[in-house]
């Protein structure tokens, strides 16, 4: 299993970052490779919630399930997607003091199996590391776009 994490500090409160990554309508505008993202259940947040993702990663194009398998408020969010790529994205919110919270994002994913996988190894690390920090840099600039607006009173 291979595990990639990155921190960074984010320009609003704990909770409003909190609130918007919970926010599945959102979850398109962040997340890498994310096209869609509906619910699929009677749940549409919150732990157990499940939701179908269509995700296109170049030319290639999928659909994977995805349940929150984590969850505390305004503390830890995470999205656990099922299907060909599998995985899980962990969303840690720590506060920092005069309005800012310091966002962790950490990836775990499934290892590259057989031979021609493993020789694969390092592409499929360089992908998930380049995805997992577009989507934390995405998702830290989406929260900043988001505090700067009269959004927040209206979804929290």
Do not use: K
Not at 44 to 52: K, P, R
């Amino acid at each position: 299993m291979g595990r990639i994490r990155y921190a960074s500090d984010v320009g609003a409160p704990v909770e409003v970052a909190f609130t918007y990554a919970d926010n599945a309508q959102f979850v398109p505008e962040w997340m890498a490779g994310v096209t869609r993202f509906t619910p699929s259940g009677d749940q549409d947040c919150g732990l157990g919630a499940t939701y179908h993702a269509a995700v296109r990663l170049g030319p290639w194009r999928t659909t994977l399930d995805c349940e929150i398998t984590e969850y505390r408020r305004n503390a830890v969010l995470a999205y656990t997607l099922r299907g060909r790529l599998s995985g899980t994205l962990r969303l840690r919110f720590d506060p920092l003091g005069y309005g800012r919270a310091a966002l962790t994002s950490e990836a775990e994913y499934a290892a590259p199996r057989g031979l021609l996988a493993r020789l694969c190894g390092g592409l499929v690390d360089a992908a998930v590391r380049t995805a997992l920090r577009r989507t934390e840099s995405q998702l830290r600039r989406e929260i900043e776009e988001f505090h700067g607006t009269d959004l927040v009173g209206r979804i929290a």
